[in-house]
């Protein structure tokens, strides 16, 4: 009985390596593709009507999400945690309007910006077509890391105090 039980909890890690694997792959294949190597290139409006401008000598992150994205609403709350710390602008693809995104993102977070961009443009500038995808500058303002798919608290974390240089 017991070695039943030690071959399935062999079997169930396994298969959570494995999952793990497929999942940075899927990341990496299926990254955006036209990301600007420079964030000061970056001209991206919000609905505060200003433009983006990230703190200087600090990494950020910029995360596109879709409206009708199952997966991107799951990723929202960790999104918006890590607002507390880092500059974040979230492009909202297929929103017309703020009041029209996910409770998660209602919020005044002083350092979370968003970017309404109802026809894709902003998204089609930076090659992304899967969702939610994120991108991550370094403190330097070059381009650190792009990725598509579901991204824990802690991998957008580990990956932002990476491009910290901390």
């Known amino acids: 009985m017991r070695d039943k039980a030690l071959s399935i909890l062999k079997e169930l890690l396994l298969l959570l390596i494995l999952i793990a694997l497929l999942s940075y792959a899927t990341s990496y294949l299926f990254r955006p593709t036209h990301v600007p190597a ?13 433009v983006f401008r990230p703190q200087h000598h600090k990494p950020f992150l910029i995360h596109f999400t ?34 029209m995104l996910p409770e998660t993102f209602q919020t005044d977070a002083k350092r979370l910006s968003i970017a309404l961009d109802p026809s894709g443009e902003i998204a089609a500038r930076f090659g992304v077509d899967r969702y939610p995808s994120d991108i991550i500058y370094d403190a330097e303002g070059r381009l650190f890391y792009r990725g598509s798919g579901y991204m824990t608290t802690l991998g957008l974390l580990a990956r932002l105090k990476a491009a910290s240089g901390d």
């Open 38 to 50: 420079r964030s000061d290139s970056l001209h991206i409006p919000t609905v505060e009507g200003k």
């Open 66 to 99: 879709l409206r009708r994205c199952p997966v991107c609403k799951a990723v929202a709350s960790n999104v918006v945690s890590l607002s507390q710390q880092y500059d974040i602008l979230l492009v909202a693809v297929g929103y017309q309007e703020r009041a």
